[in-house]
């Protein structure tokens, strides 16, 4: 009956369980967030990756002690051991994996530090003075830091110009000196 009301829209009318599915619903919400962070997979990754490498070493020794029996004539070939190369290629993929997560997380910390550095602080304005803010800067440092902006991103412009014309002049085919 209560999933015939969660399916048709109705709220449930019991409170507890209300609560518990927007927990839930939160749950699932911060789980998806942490998913996006590479800080937080980062963390998550390590102890599969030593489980992975304890697998792998776990392996390389059963298989070590299984190639020396049969160098030594104790043992013949027909028992099966484990693939080495595959827990050594698992042990990659989550090494690549963390490699990955760390490069994001480098990339997400430039980015945030490159953003902080070159925006605007916040400029005060005149209908609330009685909120001064400790980040804020003056008119005249704001303008000034603009105009930095725009002729920053004029020179950008002229040199991609610059560089599609010698492009094009390099296309076009030239004359028979």
């Known amino acids: 009956m209560a999933s015939q009301q969660q399916q048709a829209g ?33 963390k998550m990754l390590i102890p599969q990756l030593k489980e992975s490498l304890q697998n792998l070493m776990r392996i390389a020794s059963l298989n070590l002690a299984h190639n020396t029996s049969i160098d030594n004539g104790i043992k013949s070939s ?24 760390l490069r994001l997380a480098y990339e997400c910390l430039s980015q945030s530090i490159d953003s902080a550095k070159h925006s605007p ?22 303008l000034g830091m603009i105009k930095s902006q725009i002729s920053c991103a004029k020179d950008i412009h002229n040199a991609l110009l610059e560089c599609s014309k010698k492009i094009a002049g390099k296309g076009q085919p030239q004359g028979i000196m």
């Open 121 to 142: 602080n916040l400029v005060p304005t005149a209908t609330k003075p009685d909120t001064v803010q400790t980040e804020s800067m003056s008119y005249a440092q704001y």
């Open 10 to 42: 109705v709220p449930m009318s019991q409170p507890g369980l209300q609560t518990s599915a927007s927990l839930q619903q939160q749950q699932q919400q911060l789980s998806q967030q942490q998913d996006f962070d590479p800080v937080h997979r980062f």
């Open 78 to 101: 027909d028992a099966t051991v484990q693939r080495f190369d595959k827990s050594l290629e698992e042990f990659y993929a989550l090494c690549d994996q963390l490699e990955l997560c």
